[in-house]
């Protein structure tokens, strides 16, 4: 409807300006100029070299020639179509001036100045021009369609000719590019490494270039192809509607893409002066926190140890706010799908990851509470370890089994943790252990044993100096605790171990029974606890030659509890 009023328009916008020219031509025959200009002459309407009618006289400032010209154009156009309505040619009368239209199209006009010299009316002359282009759309357009079908199959055959032939030459190409790459393969094709990685070998390469090849090979003839169809389409009338549709297939898509890239270009470099803000920022960060990690740069209060977290808590943070600033400025970030999607992933990660937010929420806890630090021997709940690795989720201890064993942060920041290594570094970590030992024993004579075997006993500090505390008076026996400071705490269990060995042999030297495990003695002649080959120099008195002295018999009765 709207096309047809704008064609209405536009030949009314013609008729009203030819009758102005019509007019101001007889306004200058009236005012005594001459009629025609000099250079004027007949001029022949032509179709396929057929002369229909003949245009005789100027209008305005077109001559005949001009004029003959013009409608010769429209009416080869409208030839040309292919599909000729003839019955599609209409006259259209208007006052003194005749329009002649092919459908909407406007093709000719009639004006009063056109009939002088013929003697005829203005209404005859346009009807009889009207018959003649009739005529010769009826008798040249058979012969017309023939010749151009003929001339469309010729043309459309050298064109599949030459797509033929570019393809055989395409084929070739590929082939002799793979033939060079089969004989240069070792030279050329060394495979892609990452540092020591090798992310592809050679023949790998080999066979990603060959597929790489093959496929460039197939989109070009797809692409001939593509370009070949609508030529041969707009050949024929009656499949020119199958060009527009390809080419607006190809074309569609492209522009959508083209107009949404130069539409994106503004927000493109928006999103590029925000990243490199917030990368400087990182990098002043990053800065910062190796000056304090190195202790080149003292906070008050704020920990070497704490550098690392901190920086990465800040970095994403930062990343988060930079995310949360570019969104915006994304493709397609308000449609209703994007928004759909990222409430969906957004509710997965927060149902799915309460764990690990609880993990990483006691990790920082634990980082800025500084219970325990990598390297220090530790024990959480009942497993001893040194710790191997602290990070955000989980904390990894090596038992001293070589048990590898990951506990997650949460569990860490209930349970109660104990620090072996931070005391030894300190004032020093004290290893104890209890031995039982009979009231017949001095407890000075005790206590210089324990304190003597502690001295002797390798990695126990001379200061602080070992102490005995007697922690309990038994039926049977008294309790001693030897202590004894250590400065290496990863060593704890081996120093315990030689501490229990040099008691032993301190108190098998010194004559005084350990009474662990529990002993009745009832000293009725049976031997006594001390090991053989320390008996006799138990029972020798100070200064007596061993040689000359023999074992006393001793006859205690002794049983076990």
């Known amino acids: 409807m709207i096309r047809k009023i704008c064609l209405s328009t536009l030949t009314a916008v013609f008729i009203f300006l030819t009758a102005l020219a019509a007019s101001a031509q007889v306004h200058v025959i009236d005012s005594g100029m001459p009629q025609f200009r000099k250079d004027s002459a007949k001029a022949p309407v032509l179709l396929l070299q057929d002369t229909l009618f003949y245009i005789n006289n100027p209008i305005g400032i077109y001559t005949a020639v001009e004029r003959a010209n013009r409608i010769n154009s429209i009416l080869n156009n409208i030839l040309e179509e292919g599909e000729v309505e003839v019955d599609s040619f209409s006259l259209f009368s208007s006052e003194q001036n005749h329009y002649i239209f092919y459908k909407d199209l406007p093709v000719l006009a009639i004006y009063p100045l056109d009939t002088t010299g013929i003697g005829i009316p203005p209404g005859d002359l346009a009807y009889n021009d009207l018959a003649a282009i009739k005529e010769g759309f009826s008798k040249n357009l058979p012969a017309y369609n023939l010749k151009t079908m003929t001339r469309n199959v010729l043309n459309t055959s050298i064109i599949i000719l030459l797509v033929i032939v570019v393809i055989i030459i395409l084929n070739w190409i590929f082939r002799k590019i793979l033939r060079f790459l089969d004989n240069r393969k070792t030279k050329f094709l060394k495979g892609w490494h990452l540092r020591n990685y090798p992310l592809l070998s050679s023949d790998q ?44 297939l190809i074309w ?137 690795e602290k990070s955000a989720l989980v904390t990894r201890i090596r038992t001293i089994k070589n048990e590898d064993v990951t506990i997650p942060n949460a569990k860490v920041l209930t349970s109660h943790t104990v620090n072996y290594s931070e005391p030894a ?56 605790q030897i202590n004894a400071y250590i400065s290496d705490a990863n060593r704890m269990l081996t120093i315990r171990s030689l501490l229990h060995q040099n008691i032993q042999d301190s108190f098998n030297r010194g004559g005084v029974e350990i009474m662990s495990p529990h002993y009745r003695s009832e000293r009725d002649g049976n031997d006594i606890t001390i090991p053989k080959d320390w008996e006799s120099d138990a029972m020798r008195s100070p200064g007596e030659n061993p040689e000359s002295s023999a074992p006393k018999k001793r006859s205690p009765k002794s049983k076990k509890n």
């Not at 740069?297 to 706010?321: C, H, K, N, Q, V």
């Not at 407890?443 to 075997?453: G, K």
Request: charged share 15%; glycine share 6%.
């Open 205 to 248: 390469q080999y066979q990603l270039v060959k597929n790489l090849l093959f496929i460039l090979k197939i989109g070009l003839i797809i692409l001939i192809i593509f370009i070949s169809l609508p030529i041969i389409f707009t050949m024929f009338p009656a499949t020119e509607p199958i060009t527009r549709k390809l080419v607006s």
């Open 425 to 480: 570094r300190e004032t020093g970590l004290i290893i104890h252990t209890t031995v039982t030992i009979g009231y017949d024993a001095p407890w000075r004579t005790v206590h210089s044993l324990l304190i003597n075997a502690a001295e002797n006993t390798d990695g126990v500090l001379k200061n602080p100096a070992p102490y005995v505390l007697q922690t309990s008076l038994d039926d049977f026996y008294i309790s001693y």
């Open 252 to 388: 569609n898509p492209v522009n959508k893409i083209l107009m949404g890239i130069l539409g994106f270009i503004p927000d493109l470099i928006t999103i590029i002066i925000i990243y490199i803000i917030f990368r400087y920022l990182v990098k002043g960060l990053r800065f910062l926190s190796n000056e304090i990690s190195s202790e080149k740069l003292d906070i008050p209060g704020f920990y070497p140890e704490w550098a690392s977290p901190t920086f990465m808590i800040a970095r994403f943070i930062l990343y988060i706010f930079m995310f949360v600033m570019i969104f915006p400025f994304l493709p397609g970030s308000d449609s209703a799908a994007f928004q759909g999607v990222s409430v969906f992933v957004g509710l997965l990660i927060s149902i799915g990851s309460s764990n690990a937010i609880s993990n990483a929420v006691a990790g920082l806890v634990i980082t800025y509470m500084r219970p325990f630090k990598v390297g220090d021997k530790i024990k959480i709940d009942d497993i001893v370890g040194t710790v191997l």
